[in-house]
């Protein structure tokens, strides 16, 4: 079992940054050993991919909206997620929620049906 808790989110101006973070507790071993992603939901909308990173941090995938805005990164040692975001604009107004999958295979990363944890969210607004 891996809890997940994102924190970070707020409300900025459009243009700003803002570096959103998700800690695991439970089984830590399991948040190691597992591909992690950030997805968002805005609102009357579905969610959707943002990011995803292997374990070992060696494979990454984004969304074309976030690529060269957002960075996606990990830290294992402190059994954390970080989701970098630059230049945000109010498309990027969102829930955000951080995933965990249940399994170490870096496959279908940008399906949501992948990942096994989720995290409650962490509110992001952008004022335009």
């Known amino acids: 079992q891996v809890q997940l808790v994102e924190s970070g989110g707020g409300l900025v101006q459009a243009g700003e940054s803002l570096k959103l973070s998700c800690t695991a507790s439970?089984?830590?071993?399991?948040?190691?050993?597992?591909?992690m992603g950030w997805f968002r939901q805005a609102p009357g909308k579905v969610r959707e991919f943002v990011a995803a990173?292997?374990?070992?941090?060696?494979?990454?995938d984004y969304a074309d909206a976030v690529k060269g805005r957002f960075t996606i990164s990990r830290d294992n040692a402190k059994n954390t997620l970080y989701l970098q975001m630059s230049d945000l604009n109010s498309d990027d107004t969102a829930l955000y929620f951080c995933?965990?999958?249940?399994?170490?295979?870096?496959?279908?990363?940008?399906?949501?049906?992948?990942?096994?944890?989720w995290g409650q969210g962490t509110q992001v607004t952008v004022a335009s």
């Open positions: 995933a965990a999958k249940m399994r170490p295979t870096y496959s279908n990363p940008k399906d949501e049906g992948e990942y096994w944890y």
């Open positions: 990173i292997s374990s070992g941090s060696s494979m990454i």
């Open positions: 439970g089984s830590t071993y399991a948040f190691r050993a597992t591909p």
